[in-house]
């Protein structure tokens, strides 16, 4: 059960992504959809859904790889140090 919410919670982020760049490519062609008042509002919540879904999944993945230890030593997680001031 554990592992289908983990892929809702990857689909829904994919969908939001795809919608953006469906809202962006109408705008390039000329085509304004129902709910928005003028194409330069489009093609802004385009961008807007596109660059939230994509930064989802990034994190996602960036999260999971820095738990298994699978990124950059500059990536990784510092230990906390006690600071004596």
Not at 35 to 40: D, E, R, T, V
Not at 45 to 73: M, Q, T, Y
Request: charged share 20%; with cysteine.
């Amino acid at each position: 059960m554990l592992r289908f919410i983990a892929l809702m919670l990857l689909v829904l982020p994919c969908v939001i992504a795809g919608y953006g760049i469906k809202l962006m490519r109408d705008t390039i062609m000329q085509e304004l959809l129902f709910p928005w008042p003028s194409l330069a509002i489009q093609f802004l919540a385009g961008f807007i859904l596109f660059v939230a879904g994509f930064s989802f999944i990034g994190g996602f993945i960036f999260h999971r790889d820095r738990k298994n230890g699978k990124v950059a030593p500059r990536f990784q997680k510092r230990p906390k140090q006690d600071n004596p001031h």
